[in-house]
């Protein structure tokens, strides 16, 4: 699987965002589909997912500010970021999980920057 990500930039605080990840095959083969982030000298933390059933989850600190879809027929994801703050610079990753029948398969795209000024 081959994950384009795009989307990424330099914004004030305060203002949106929208990500985009772009799959190599249909996302709905794909068990969960996923952002990351990860800002300098940190690790990289999930930020939101969505499972092929549609099912959603966030991390606390982007919850009721960023929103995770997908258009299916053009198998992408999309990641919304409304009132952005400065906490919010990092790269961001797109990430897909396949389960296969004896293993777990982790793809990652290229990775977008988000500059969040304040």
């Known amino acids: 699987v081959q994950l384009q990500a795009s989307g990424g930039g330099l914004v004030q605080a305060g203002g949106s965002l929208r990500l985009s990840c772009a799959a190599s095959e249909n996302i709905f083969s794909l068990n969960t589909m996923g952002w990351y982030r990860q800002a300098p000298g940190k690790q990289r933390d999930l930020v939101a997912g969505i499972t092929s059933g549609g099912s959603t989850n966030y991390a606390v600190s982007v919850k009721g500010r960023f929103t995770i879809s997908r258009d299916m027929a053009k198998n992408t994801v999309y990641l919304q970021m409304n009132s952005l703050k400065p906490e919010d610079t990092a790269v961001y990753y797109c990430?897909?999980?396949?389960?296969?029948?004896?293993?777990?398969?982790?793809?990652w795209g290229q990775g977008t920057q988000v500059t969040v000024s304040s």
């Open positions: 990430n897909a999980r396949k389960r296969m029948m004896y293993s777990v398969n982790d793809y």
